[in-house]
């Protein structure tokens, strides 16, 4: 409640809301929703399905706590009204609760999602994709057109993730490596070169396999019993004997660091404060880094730049390496459209912001983006192969990994 008390109206937050840019409505607005949220919480209001309209178009990317200068915490807020809607089943029709309820049962399940690889390789290997790209046939079907399209290639091939990386050169610590759900399938890459810079830069990198999810998606849903359970599986895999919790996924990140808030004691207070994005701990380290010329452009993840405010350490990074040109995109820090599960369930403004973002990318000229998101990955893949640009997507661990020149 203080939190909504915080709010000043003073609509510095409204230029830099990305709803409130496409649909130029106050209650699209943070300080529109804010309003709402404490209407509801002080008696005023009722939960309505309308009220829950406006919400479930937010993005939940935070954009506006960057812009707030009364330090409103946006997020917690959303999180806690939509905690309350789901709890009194309060629900848009307009929104698309089948899709969240699905998505919430296969996302943060691995082994489900791992079930689902061999069918998709198929798909994508027989030459069914083509043919169904090439018929519109899902045309209709908005949300399942959305997914279809998102789908990026089923990786076969790659090397697994030792569960244990040892350090080389001088030994700065244990890291334990939250493997993510949708990273270690889609993109078992990058958590390979995540352990192997990681272990460049002196850390012994611990990744088991038993660890399940981080309760991100849960708990940005207003799930929040599910979430906290998740949450505890988590701590209990990843928390001991370990200096640091590291992610690569800035959604998962940004929720690790919020455990002491969301679980509200200590146990999870100090676990949060173990975790660090990888571009926090790689900035610490000398790496050696071969040349790599390349032009790239860097998208910040809302809940990188917004939610853990870790901004200079990927350019920092990026920067690092030998003839590589790092050009900055405008609006950086606005969303894509990806934003957790949100381009399947509001497929139609996440097409609008994905559009955006490729406009703004292909005025840089670079042939890359680096993100630190597999869902931004995603989206701007995505996107620009809808909008007929050439653009490969990589996560900045990505090129690092590809300049290190091991000793
Ligand atoms: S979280 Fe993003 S979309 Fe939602 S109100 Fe804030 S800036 Fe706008
Ligand atoms: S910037 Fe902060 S205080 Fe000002 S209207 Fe927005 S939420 Fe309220």
């Known amino acids: 409640m203080d939190g909504l008390r915080a709010c000043v109206h003073c609509g510095s937050c409204l230029p830099q809301c990305t709803t409130y840019r496409v649909l130029g409505e106050e209650m699209d607005s943070p300080r529109g929703r804010v309003y709402l949220m404490r209407a509801a919480a002080e ?37 806690a009204t939509r905690a309350q809607l789901d709890r ?45 790209r090439a018929s519109r046939v899902l045309a209709p079907f908005k949300r399942l057109q959305a997914m279809e399209a998102l789908l990026p290639r089923v ?21 334990a490596l939250l493997t993510g759900c949708v990273q270690r399938l889609f993109f078992p890459e990058i958590n390979l070169a995540t352990a192997r810079l ?33 949450a505890r599986e988590l701590m209990a895999a990843l ?27 200590e146990s999870a207070s100090r676990f ?21 010329r390349e032009t790239v452009t860097y998208h910040d993840a809302c809940h990188l730049a917004h939610g853990q405010r870790v901004r200079v350490q990927p350019r920092e990074l990026l920067r690092r390496i030998p003839g590589l040109t790092l050009v900055e995109l405008a609006d ?25 973002k490729i406009e703004k990318i292909r005025e840089t000229g670079a042939r890359i983006v680096a993100t630190g998101n597999p869902g931004c990955m995603m989206q701007i893949a995505q996107q620009a192969r809808e909008a007929g640009l050439a ?15 091991e000793p």
């Open 391 to 405: 653009l490969e997507v990589k996560h900045p661990v990505t090129l690092l990994s590809g300049a290190l020149r």
């Open 272 to 292: 949060a404060g173990l975790v660090r994005d990888v571009s926090e701990l790689l900035v610490e380290a000398e790496l050696p880094l071969g040349e790599l």
């Open 43 to 79: 008696g005023r209001a009722e939960l309505t399905p309308r009220l829950a309209r406006h919400l479930d178009l937010c993005l939940g990317c935070r954009a506006c706590e960057t812009a707030c200068p009364s330090g409103v915490p946006f997020g917690q807020l959303l999180e």
């Open 198 to 230: 990681l272990a460049a830069a002196g850390w012994e990198v611990v990744a088991p396999r038993a660890q399940g999810c981080c309760g991100a998606l849960h708990l940005h849903a207003g799930r929040l019993g599910e979430f906290r359970a998740m």
């Open 332 to 356: 950086s820090d606005l969303c894509c459209g990806s934003a957790g599960v949100y381009n399947l369930l509001e497929p139609e403004m996440a097409a609008e912001l994905g559009r955006r």
């Open 88 to 132: 009194k089943r309060v629900r848009a029709p307009e929104s698309a609760h089948g899709t969240l309820d699905w998505a919430l049962s296969i996302f943060p399940h691995p082994d489900r999602l791992r079930a689902l690889l061999r069918p998709l390789r198929w798909y994508q290997a027989s030459g069914l994709r083509t043919l169904v």
């Open 239 to 265: 928390g001991h004997d370990v200096d640091v919790v590291v992610t690569n996924a800035a959604g998962c990140g940004s929720a690790l660091k919020e455990y002491g808030h969301w679980l509200g004691d």
């Open 155 to 175: 990786p076969s091939g790659v090397a697994s993730l030792p569960e244990v990386t040892a350090a080389r050169g001088r030994r700065r610590g244990r890291a």
